[in-house]
């Protein structure tokens, strides 16, 4: 590989501070009438020709579940105003993950995701789906518990894209209602800025946003609660390291004659890279919405997996969550 490229440019961000500009948002709440509409889009348009298309068409009709379950069921109790601050207190985050008492209503996103994908699916999968139906709340606790405080362990890699799928409906809807209750203001910029600042869960990639003010600023997505908050680009979004950091790609070339290797890229001519900091080895995907404008950081994370494996390769570790695609621990057995 190439000797990496040291020359430092300025960001958006940094240009747009010092010509006294209006700044963009730190913060875009996710938008619980769409967000999940959109992504079942973008992975049926992702899957034709697709390696893993099959798998992409049934994240899609998880994500069209998913969406329905939020058109469907009854409004949501937001935690009063005291429970927030006393989770900012006690975690930092005001709606965190873990570390406080899960409403059971996310159970019942679950059971509307699951009526709604078995007559969906094909016979195996619908079986599968069908089986999980008739799992104990005591098991959907458990796996809840596992998937969000990030334990392998235990954890049923068959279920957990379900058991996600409901999680972040619940999300959604706890962040949208708590915005619409107490106002936007109720979320703002928190340490470490790793972390999603409503929930405290990782991102599953960062989009690099185009239209207005947000023109040119890169977001992380969180993979639990759809929010996207502002992270200065060039950074790792792990160590907040901003030395060491280069991009990489598939080569589409490669890639179309079934040949994918990784090269290194100066400038950005895919729409999907990898942001790789040499500090701590990790690296976050990053999504460029200029270069293709319909871009769904859950969809594009899955449909760019062979991105993925070619880093493992490399002794690379993702610092991104897809609940939609989760892997065991080497030694869980
Ligand atoms: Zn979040
Ligand atoms: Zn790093």
């Known amino acids: 590989m190439s000797k990496l490229e040291r020359t430092r440019f300025a960001t958006p961000e940094e240009i747009a501070v010092r010509a006294g500009e209006q700044q963009a948002p730190f913060l875009r709440l996710p938008d619980a009438a769409h967000e999940f509409a959109q992504r079942q889009a973008r992975l049926q348009a992702l899957a034709a020709r697709h390696p893993i298309g099959e798998y992409l068409l049934f994240v899609a009709a998880i994500a069209r579940a998913q969406q329905q379950a939020i058109d469907a069921l009854p409004p949501l109790d937001v935690p009063e105003a005291s429970s927030l601050r006393a989770n900012i207190e006690a975690s930092g985050r005001p709606l965190p ?90 979320f703002e910029r928190r340490a470490p800025e790793s972390l999603c600042p409503c929930c405290g869960t990782r991102p599953t990639a960062s989009v690099v946003r185009i239209g207005g003010v947000e023109a040119g600023y890169r977001y992380l997505h969180c993979a639990l609660c759809s929010t996207q908050w502002h992270l200065v680009r060039i950074k790792c979004s792990h160590c907040l390291s901003t030395k060491g950091i280069h991009y990489e790609a598939l080569d589409r070339a490669d890639a179309a004659r079934d040949r994918s290797e990784v090269v290194r890229e100066r400038a950005p001519v895919t ?23 319909d871009i769904d950081p859950v969809a594009d994370d899955l449909a760019t997996v062979a991105l993925d494996l070619l880093l493992a390769e490399s002794g690379r570790t993702s610092a991104g969550v897809n609940m939609m695609l989760l892997y065991g621990d080497p030694g869980d057995g």
């Open 271 to 293: 729409a999907v890279r990898a942001e790789c900091c040499d500090q701590c080895g990790h690296y976050l995907k990053i999504l460029s919405m200029e270069k293709d404008p």
């Open 97 to 186: 993950a873990v570390g406080w008492p899960r409403a059971p209503q996310w159970r019942d996103a679950l059971r509307a995701i699951l009526t709604t994908l078995v007559p969906n699916l094909d016979s195996a999968a619908g079986e599968s789906v069908r089986r999980l139906a008739d799992q104990s709340d005591a098991f959907f606790e458990a796996q809840a518990d596992r998937l969000l405080g990030g334990i392998t362990l235990g954890l049923d890699l068959g279920a957990a894209p379900l058991i996600g799928a409901a999680l972040q409906v619940h999300w959604v809807r706890l962040v949208a209602g708590a915005a619409a209750c107490f106002g936007s203001s109720t």
